[in-house]
């Protein structure tokens, strides 16, 4: 395998979040097992395979790999991708395929399909995928995976297997949806793009982005520009159920060293350990 980009892996329970990011520089998420990857501000040739993309935002630290990634694949001879991003990013991301087909005399086979926050998309029978509205300088999107299963209805459940039987026989449908957010990815937002999108709070692994760390760190000024800052986290402490939190694309004034000291300091038990520095 080739190492071009550097990739962070981590595994919970029976899913593996890859990735990298740091504001200004680059950001590129993969879920393996789901099949489904967010942002390509790099494309690490390992990440070739993953046929499906969810693109947040128009800057060029999470979309400048998408023409390298779209080749990459045609040359590989594989499907064409289907990348789903901000409807007012795709016309823009059309045009730019074009002049590259023409700099480099490549085809661009690709699916682009504008989304916008309510948008729901279908990754398998038992994943889907929503859009929610976040907050930045230009339109912008977080997403959640959501994996539905097929549950007896709540009235039903005193009932004895042979009796379903017959009701199902007779044409009722016993079982409904129920849904499970497995993983949700804010991308670029102030903290509304957490609070107005209550599955950020409850899926089971967030990712999301703390650009800022300094106590020093204005945050009227960071809220402005779509970000984060560490004291919006801390805020918010009680509402964050997930299983684990991972902390994201740190601004490119902090070490990794500065990062870690800044956060242990305000946050001494990482919120039960469940807060992840994505170093
Ligand atoms: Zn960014
Ligand atoms: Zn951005």
Redesign the pocket.
């Known amino acids: 395998m080739i190492h071009n980009m550097p990739v962070k892996t981590l595994i919970h329970k029976d899913l593996s979040i890859e990735g990298y990011s740091r504001a200004a520089v680059q950001t590129y998420w993969r879920l393996p097992e789901f099949k489904v990857g967010f942002d390509l501000g790099g494309q690490p040739w390992s990440f070739m395979g993953t046929p499906t993309w969810f693109v947040s935002?128009g800057?060029l630290?999470?979309v400048a790999a998408l023409p390298v990634y779209v080749a990459r694949r045609r040359m590989m001879k594989m499907e064409p991708p289907t990348i789903y991003l901000p409807a007012a990013a795709v016309e823009p991301v059309q045009a730019i395929l074009k002049w590259f087909t023409r700099l480099d005399r490549g085809r661009m086979p690709v699916n682009l399909v504008p989304i916008e926050p309510g948008s729901e998309i279908e990754l398998s029978r038992e994943l889907v995928v929503t859009a929610s509205a976040t907050r930045?300088?230009?339109p912008s999107l977080g997403f959640v995976v959501w994996e539905r299963r097929r549950k007896l209805k709540a009235e039903y459940s005193q009932l004895t297997g042979p009796q379903i039987r017959d009701l199902r026989l007779g044409g009722t449908d016993v079982t409904e949806e129920r849904r499970v957010p497995r993983f949700a990815y804010l991308g670029?937002s102030s903290p509304e793009g957490l609070d107005n999108c209550p599955a950020m709070y409850e899926a089971q692994v967030l990712v999301m982005e703390i650009t800022f760390v300094a106590p020093s760190h204005r945050k009227d000024k960071i809220h402005k520009f779509?970000h984060i800052h560490l004291d919006d986290v801390i805020q918010r402490r009680p509402r964050f159920q997930n299983e684990l939190i991972i902390a994201s694309h740190f601004s490119t004034r902090y070490s990794r060293k500065r990062v870690a000291e800044l956060v242990r300091r305000a946050v001494p038990d990482m919120f039960d350990d469940r807060l992840h520095l994505w170093l």
């Open positions: 935002h800057h630290d999470h930045h300088t230009v670029d779509g």
